[in-house]
């Protein structure tokens, strides 16, 4: 590792840290647009105009939106995202368990799609062209083509009401054993793990066969070199940088299917919490949720990219 | 004795797009004893190639061994199952690359690689198998040995790989070895020095092989017979001096002919017309900038050069001596840092956009790869007649008339004026791209290495019509290449350029014998013959070579001094040389008397 690397790095961060800054004023920009505000919800359709006003008041609704969104700014600094405007509950609250939840999902989700789709990528490469490649990346384009909400209802279709294997909807309070955490979280992470994957693997498939095309490939053949170890000593490590980057959109784009996979199972996840709260116009937890989701979205498209850059450095190809 | 490697009447299908199969090898038979080099010979497209990695029981992607029986150290590869195969490959027969530079893998170091076959068929328990590979680094005499493996292949040179090459094709010591190209990538320089190992390493190992190339000076170095092949069926064989000398087929005959150029008459004597080009110490570089605006890397440092109005210099040196750089300068697409072009008389802007319309038109370029500058998706006809619009101003009949012109001036027939790029041979794409910039009717035409992509023999007839273009019609040239018979055939002058810098400038037809700079005679020299024992007689005359670790060069010293057999210490590696006029208007960059450096003789330039 040397200083130029370093120094690409670096720039890579500020650019997230200056995409970061840029995601803070649109989510409060949003936020702010919205029609309503939680005044109406809160005193409903027979309020008096007098009432709600008083109400926008003490909840300081009716600052100029510069102001709030300073004081926002300040709060967010400050690790304190406020409270709920709805129950008065601090958001931190609100949103922790949901937000391990939600991690858990996601965790679980990786921990299948990943290797899934290593394999599935790998073994096609290697029989690149064959019967098993033509079945393979075809399902896997058909799998990529259904919207997430639609692999979730069959899924339920298909296992909670034809087979009776998974309930239908996670209850994740009824984890008490490794087998009723399968159980429960069967269905909402085989639906995940399904859209991930064939994209991943596609993307994975299409960088393997793009390294497998370089001369020094045929040259490994030549010398007699077995299949799985050209594929896994030779053709791996110059594609780590691509790999990676395809796993790290693949599983930001996760980030999206969680908010319909939690909404159909309903999971008590994050992505639940922010629709309810978008309904309810509670602004605090919308904006904290929203934030949330970019950070982790930059956080690992970022990350994609410093491992491909570090990878093709250590790798040599200047 | 019977034949180490025997092919009974081989085919090699390739599938087209649309389904149909071609033949790319056609009834080829050969045999090989053991301890033979047997050269394959022919042009792009000739199947030497496919039929060398056939007996490797290999096939590219989208062809299969059609037919015909393959016998290799009494395996019959065409009958073998992968498992087999792959544990033939490697281990009896194994393979050595056209381009070492993209056969390493870029992510592994060298002695994972080389030992690899080594420990991938169990011949050698890892320690073993390191020794053996820091012996034959050793044997080929590269820098380094016991630790040049630690490294990954981009900090090696083109020829140091290619070495590096031969031995993990060694390293299991297999029966056969094939050479697929091994130096055609490389400079001449460096080509002697890699073709000197393998034959060292190959004759005291008994080693039999198959020798891939088109270059019939390198096969007369090193293969005891030789078979041409044309459009995937043999043509021509028989021992190599048989092939070589007395060639029966016409196509044999005419790749012999290729590889003698005629050397370009000298200019009518008399005075030097006016010059139409100069550039006065042109320095172009990189990094950081010190007091007088002077980079801190050159590309090029100090290169005083001038081109007669009529005439052809050509530029000659080695990969990255600034060849590429020097015609991107005058072209205006490389700013340069100090220096000034006169060009017609008037001085030139450095970049592009600042000079006149005028200006653009009478400076043309060829460019070495016609693929790259020719749009795929235009008619040949358009792509002039844009040309002849742009500049000229001429439409419809009359740029069309203009433009069959063009085409018949570069000898191609009027029915390319409809075809497009893709539809035409390497030879005809060139043929274009010279017409393409003949259209502008330039005073000056950069010729960038036009030869470099092409096959002998269409190469041949490019260097013919430049010259002819030439005489007709009074044109100026700069030809870049690096290929001195190509020099020979078209140039009038010559400059040698080494690191950036101008060592020497020559009448070209003196540049084969005579007093020159000790780099211009060692790149004459290295140039090989077509006469066998040529490699042993240059090999032994440069037993004096230079062992010694060289010299640190520092700024302003010679650019040859870490190579010089000759050089002088003290001075050599930081006191610019001077400029000493030599015979025949020569000038030659060097700290020796002319008296003192060793003529060329005759003999050792003939080729």
New interface residues.
Partial sequence: MNRGLGRLVLGRLGASAFSLVFVIVAIFTITAALPGDVADTLLGQGATAGATAALRHAMGLDQPAWLRFWHWLDSMLHADPGRSLLTGRPVAELIGLRLYNSLLLAGATAAVSVPASLALGLACTMRQGSRFDRFVTTALLGVVSVPVFLLATVAVFVFAVQFRVAPALADINAVHSVWQFIRVFFMPVITLAGATTAQMSRMIRACMIDVFS???I?????????PV?IVL??AL??AIGPVVNAIALSLSSLLGGVVVVETVFNYPGMAGLMVDSVAARDVPVVQCCALIFCVAYLFLTTLADVVAVASTR????? | MTALISVRGLHVAGRRRDGSEVGIVRDVSLEVQRGEMLALIGESGSGKTTIALSLMGYVRPGCRISGGEIEVAGYRVDQMTPDPLRNFRGKTISYVAQNAGSAFNPALTLHRQVIEPALSHWVLPRRDAERRAVDLFRAMALPHPETIGARYPHQLSGGQLQRLMAAMALITEPEVVVFDEPTTALDVTTQIEVLEAFRAVLAERGITGVYVTHDLAVVAQVADRAVVLRNGAVCESGPTSEVLERPHAPYARELVEASRLPVRAMAAAGPVPEPVLTLSDMVVGYGSVDARGLPARRILDGINLSVPRGRILGIIGESGCGKSTLVRTIAGLQASAAGTIRFRGEDLAGAVARRTPDQRRRLQIVAQNADLVLNPAWTVGAILMRVLRFFHGLRGAEARAEALRLLDLVRLPQSVFERRPPELSGGQKQRVNFARALAARPDLVLCDEITAALDPVVAAAILELLADLQATLGLSCIFITHDLHALRAVCDRVAVLLGGHVVEQCDAASLMDGVHHPYSRLLVSSVPEMRPGWLDEVTRQRQVATDAPPPPVAAGGCPFVSRCAMRIEDICDHVPPPVVPGAGGARIACHHPLADLPPLLQADGAA
């Fill in positions: 370089a001369p020094w045929e040259m490994a053949v030549l010398k007699g070199v077995p170890r000593f030779h490590p110059n250590r790798g040599g190809s200047h």
